[in-house]
């Protein structure tokens, strides 16, 4: 149902790293998604590039970037253009990406009981191999259904959320979900978890994105003007 959809994605998705140098000298490693949505630029979770996943942190120092069929090859350098904390978006120039296709991003409503599929690199991990840290990316793919959409108050700033039924890997953060058509709908953000029993994190088949509409108005705000939208 998705093969089509899963292998147009994987051509514009992109696996992040970010890292930094604490003061006791040991590296600090991120991990997570992002993808194409104009020449150069990649949209990916600001916690992604904070310091522990945690947007009241500082920015890694380094930001690196695999495109999906890639992996194996040499890591580029990517550059922030813009940070959006409270709408958890970061947009990234990563250069020389002149030809590579940018996802189309989808601004028509979903509808409760749709079925989308998401694709990223969740649950990657740093390895230590030939005095070295390696980047070990799996690419996976997982689907789900709408189930709500609302709005929510993030740091003051009200943001629309579109949320799926769906239990994410650990480490999705930044993902594109899209419809069976390759469309993107939004960006994975969170999932919701329940502490109430033994005070340990039980996650909840909840999956909380941030629709596209959400992503072109942060783009418009960076200067960012060239997407690929099904009716903006």
Request: aromatic letters at 8%; glycine letters at 8%; a neutral charge.
């Amino acid at each position: 149902m998705f093969q089509s959809s899963c292998k147009s994605i994987r051509e514009s998705l992109f696996g992040i790293r970010s890292s930094s140098k604490k003061e006791d000298g040991q590296m600090t490693f991120g991990t997570g998604t992002g993808f194409l949505i104009a020449p150069n630029v990649c949209v990916t979770a600001s916690h992604v590039i904070h310091q522990n996943g945690d947007w009241r942190l500082p920015i890694q120092s380094n930001l690196q970037v695999i495109r999906a069929p890639e992996i194996g090859g040499q890591m580029k350098n990517a550059e922030l253009i813009a940070d959006f904390p409270n709408k958890d978006l970061a947009f990234l120039r990563i250069a020389h990406t002149p030809d590579v296709p940018v996802v189309e991003l989808s601004v028509n409503e979903r509808q409760r009981g749709e079925q989308v599929g998401s694709l990223g690199f969740p649950l990657a991990t740093m390895k230590r191999f030939r005095q070295q840290q390696a980047f070990v990316l799996i690419e996976r793919f997982q689907s789900g259904f709408i189930s709500a959409r609302y709005r929510e108050n993030r740091g003051g700033t009200p943001l629309n959320i579109i949320e799926t039924d769906t239990n994410i890997y650990s480490g999705s953060s930044g993902c594109p979900g899209f419809t069976e058509d390759a469309k993107v709908f939004g960006l994975l953000s969170a999932t919701k978890t329940d502490r109430s029993q033994k005070g340990e994190a039980y996650r909840l088949a909840i999956a909380m994105w941030i629709p596209s509409i959400e992503i072109i108005d942060a783009a418009r705000v960076s200067g960012i003007r060239e997407w690929d939208t099904d009716d903006f």
